[in-house]
């Protein structure tokens, strides 16, 4: 089955500015997304790009929030549409009018599955935050004191174990840091802090 998207364009450049409060990206999950787990992730993926967007790109609010929107929807479709993902979430988005930017974001978030590039900072960092989030957190679950105390060696370790979290791909996670130009050791240590002030 493939999820290959076949486009490059996005939404339309008139909708530039059009952002959904948090609170109106949460009416869509609870209508879309059943399951708690990919529910909790995309949580952390939104939490982790708004945050990178405020502290890495000092970048403001509103835009913050666009970066926000694209994680925390990025999945929005996975649960009940796996088939069609992303494709259904960005038909949904267009049809809705929301700025271009959001909507490419999430369509490049996997390129190597949808064939979209990541281009912007906003898409190149959801591709790095996505997946090694979703290795990270697994690791959490297994360590009696979840985040706290955890360090970027002990990730880096469970990277390099083939059947940790063997779903989650090493490969990508390399490509997405030389897209993105950051190191993979800064990308977890962010990460890390992060998520365990999300989940404290
Ligand atoms: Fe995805
Ligand atoms: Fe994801």
Not at 90 to 106: F, G, K, N, S, W
Request: with cysteine; charged share 25%; hydrophobic share 40%.
């Amino acid at each position: 089955m493939s999820l290959l998207l076949h486009k490059t364009e996005f939404g339309n450049t008139s909708n530039a500015g059009r952002i959904w409060t948090k609170e109106e990206c949460n009416t869509l999950l609870v209508e879309w997304v059943q399951n708690p787990k990919l529910r909790q992730h995309m949580d952390q993926v939104g939490h982790l790009m708004e945050q990178w967007a405020v502290k890495r790109e000092g970048l403001d609010k509103t835009t913050a929030n666009a970066w926000y929107m694209a994680g925390v929807l990025h999945d929005a479709d996975w649960d009940q549409w796996p088939d069609q993902h992303c494709k259904k979430i960005i038909e949904y988005l267009e049809a809705q009018e929301i700025d271009p930017t959001v909507i490419r974001a999430i369509a490049s978030h996997g390129p190597r599955h949808f064939g979209v590039v990541p281009e912007t900072r906003m898409d190149q960092m959801l591709y790095a935050l996505d997946e090694l989030s979703g290795l990270i957190h697994a690791y959490s679950l297994l360590r009696p004191q979840g985040y706290e105390g955890m360090e970027v060696s002990g990730v880096k370790k469970r990277l390099k174990e083939k059947t940790f979290a063997a779903n989650v791909s090493r490969e990508e996670i390399d490509e997405a840091c030389t897209i993105a130009n950051v190191t993979k050791e800064e990308l977890i240590q962010f990460v890390i802090q992060e998520l365990s002030n999300l989940h404290k």
